[in-house]
């Protein structure tokens, strides 16, 4: 009973409590929230954004616009009103089967458009940007779109065009341009990704009937994520060790067929799907095995080497390394769009977040004063505005590699692999980190898949090991600058290429003092950018040769233990190269309202790289005091960035249709009249 009483107590009191509230603060009901646009609230463009779309987006910026317009003509790509604006974008609701064959139908709408007509007649480095174009646009609306199509014409078409010879173009160009033929490429295995010198497929020669047998010996052989594979492919790029007469010649790529022009699997060949991904399920990745398929002779892609009908191999490329390297040279193409759509990824993912962010409030600073915007939190300043920044100099970056590609030689073969293995790395890595702090940035409203920037994470996620792992491709890097740097000093000559001139001047000096000034200096970042590069290849030199002088002769075991070091370099050299490609294109600007933007946008680069690198305190390039000094610079350079964060995001050229409801009227886009 005492238990009873006790509980009557204690409502009691609560009751009274509440009714003595009641009389002491009367509640006022708040009017609803209004979505302002915030082209009505923030600052009139300070500089020429389409000029800057222009720069960001190099010479096809009017071709991104058309292919931007097809798509935003047919129906086949999900038009859907929300908010009082039209957005397109793939439906994730379908089954993975039908994803897939909506892919399929989007080929074959561009296709019917025109879009791929000439693909293989347009020739100097206008028909490659425009290539790079057409790959890039098509991401922007979906990845797999972009992942499918590039499979067919950059990896299976490439292939023809860069390793096959005039045989090859003749029968491949046309079919493979109409879709008559649909491409994949095999060359990952179960047992083999990155190293591909060590793939398991066999292919030896039966000069009896002028025919390559291709065999898959056991099951870390078989081919695996082949794109386009699982359901449409009817021709594949087979990526194999060539036996001839019991030697081995090393990796080699043929033609084979794998489905009829009914679709069905070949005589020989086995297919069986990858199933269900976190991501990119527009994309039908599949398995294959060959059990002894033959193809035709003059099916081996011969551009390096060939094999007479006789049997006899026969290449102008006696070494086998330099065999292989001049082999798979041309395929660096595929880290070029790589990089370039994870900058358009990025993109989508911060006009996004950036845009809600200007409309968005949160929280009073005073009791009944205005929520505040989001973006005016000095914390979300600080978690938006720098990957802006960084944006804008990878995107630059980027734009030099497609330049390097399209404009390649034989003497730059070194250079655009290196240059492509170190951008390929930095900027996925980038990517799926924006997206990341973006997601997180729009709440609740950033777990919607309509929404883009939690879903595309998933979606790009694969692009960090694709084409190559980005912590080897970083090991890779560092390795080509060791043996440039040992080359040079062989030779007893100066350093020449990959940016690595700066190695034959005197090493040079960091105040020991910074200040804000300072920091903003193009001197001072390009110092401190080549010192920290010219010391850790002077210390992953020294260690290398430290291991060599203790008796170990295996250079792999070398590697394998200076990882660390070799990854901090590979960073370093990444992130010159991005600054000096950054400063490569502001100088081609006037003085002017662009060039101060693209100023302060430098200087935020610069800063959250020292700021954010443990390599700087690590071995000593910034002093704990400078450290501290350019921690409190970061603040500084976001709030002299805010006023222009719309003007930036709009001139990153996504058009509204392919940016997410929450970029603009988010109120509206979720009213019951929307459903």
Not at 235 to 245: C, D, M, R
């Amino acid at each position: 009973m005492d238990r009873v009483n006790f509980r009557t107590q204690i409502i009691s009191n609560h009751l009274t409590t509440t009714q003595n509230n009641n009389n002491n603060h009367n509640l006022t009901t708040l009017p609803c929230i209004n979505y302002q646009p915030p082209e009505l609230t923030e600052p009139r463009p300070y500089f020429d954004t389409l000029l800057l779309r222009e720069i960001i987006d190099g010479p096809m910026f009017k071709n991104n616009d058309y292919l931007f317009s097809l798509m935003k003509q047919s129906t086949l790509f999900c038009p859907r009103n929300r908010g009082g604006k039209v957005f397109i974008g793939p439906d994730y609701n379908k089954s993975m089967e039908e994803q897939r064959e909506m892919t399929m139908k989007r080929i074959e709408y561009l296709r019917d458009q025109g879009v791929f007509d000439g693909w293989f007649d347009k020739e100097g480095y206008e028909g490659d940007l425009w290539r790079f174009s057409v790959a890039e646009s098509v991401s922007v609306f979906d990845h797999s779109l972009g992942i499918k199509l590039g499979v067919h014409f950059f990896l299976w078409g490439g292939a023809i065009r860069f390793m096959g010879t005039k045989r090859h173009h003749d029968k491949w160009y046309k079919p493979t341009e109409t879709y008559e033929v649909k491409g994949c490429f095999a060359m990952t295995e179960l047992g083999h990704g990155s190293n591909v010198r060590g793939i398991e497929t066999i292919t030896r020669y039966d000069a009896s009937t002028q025919e390559f047998v291709i065999l898959t010996p056991c099951e870390s052989a078989q081919k695996y994520w082949i794109g386009g594979a699982a359901n449409h492919a009817t021709h594949t790029i087979v990526f194999s060790q060539l036996e001839i007469n019991g030697v081995n010649q090393g990796v080699h790529a043929f033609v084979a067929q794998i489905r009829d022009e009914n679709g069905n699997i070949c005589p020989n060949v086995r297919i069986a799907d990858c199933g269900h991904k976190i991501g990119l399920n527009g994309v039908d990745n599949g398995r294959i095995w060959f059990d002894n398929l033959r193809i035709p002779r003059e099916n081996l892609l011969n551009s390096v080497a060939d094999v007479s009908p006789d049997g006899q191999y026969l290449t102008a490329i006696k070494d086998p390394d330099q065999r292989f390297a001049a082999f798979l040279a041309p395929l660096t193409s595929g880290r070029v769009t790589i990089a370039a759509s994870a900058m358009n990824t990025t993109k989508i993912g911060l006009a996004t977040a950036i845009r809600y962010s200007l409309s968005r409030r949160a929280f009073s600073m005073v009791p009944n004063e205005p929520e505040v915007l989001l973006l005016d939190y000095p914390s979300h300043q600080r978690r938006l505005l720098p990957l802006l920044a960084k944006t804008y100099a990878l995107c630059f970056a980027s734009n030099h590699l497609k330049m390097i590609y399209v404009k390649r030689t034989p003497e730059s073969t070194k250079t655009v692999h290196v240059v492509s293995s170190a951008l390929k790395a930095v900027l996925t890595w980038h990517c799926m980190r924006t997206l990341q702090e973006c997601r997180e940035a729009c709440g609740g409203q950033g777990i919607k898949t309509e929404n883009h920037v939690g879903h595309l994470k998933s979606e790009y996620d694969v692009q960090l090991t694709f084409e190559g792992d980005n912590n080897v491709l970083m090991q890779q890097i560092s390795k080509a600058l060791l043996a440039e740097f040992l080359a040079a000093k062989k030779r007893n000559k100066p350093i020449k290429g990959l940016g690595l001139e700066h190695l034959n001047k005197p090493a040079p000096i960091i105040p020991s003092q910074l200040t804000s000034s300072t920091l903003r200096t193009t001197q001072f970042q390009t110092d401190i950018f080549c010192l920290r590069e010219r010391d850790l290849l002077h210390r992953f030199v020294t260690e290398v040769s430290q291991y060599q002088a203790q008796g170990e002769k295996s250079k792999e075991h070398i590697f394998s233990v200076t990882y660390q070091i070799a990854e901090d370099l590979g960073r370093a050299f990444s992130d010159r190269l991005i600054l000096q490609t950054y400063l490569d294109v502001e100088a081609t600007v006037p003085a002017g309202p662009l060039k101060d933007i693209l100023g302060l946008m430098r200087a935020m680069y610069t800063t959250i790289v020292m700021e954010e690198d443990a390599s700087f305190l690590r071995y000593g390039y910034l002093s704990t005091d400078n450290a501290a000094v350019v921690r409190k610079e970061v603040p500084k350079l976001c709030s002299e960035l805010r006023p222009h964060a719309l003007a930036l995001v709009s001139s990153l050229g996504i058009p509204d249709a392919f940016l997410a409801p929450i970029a603009f009227n988010w109120v509206e886009a979720n009213a019951y009249s929307s459903i």
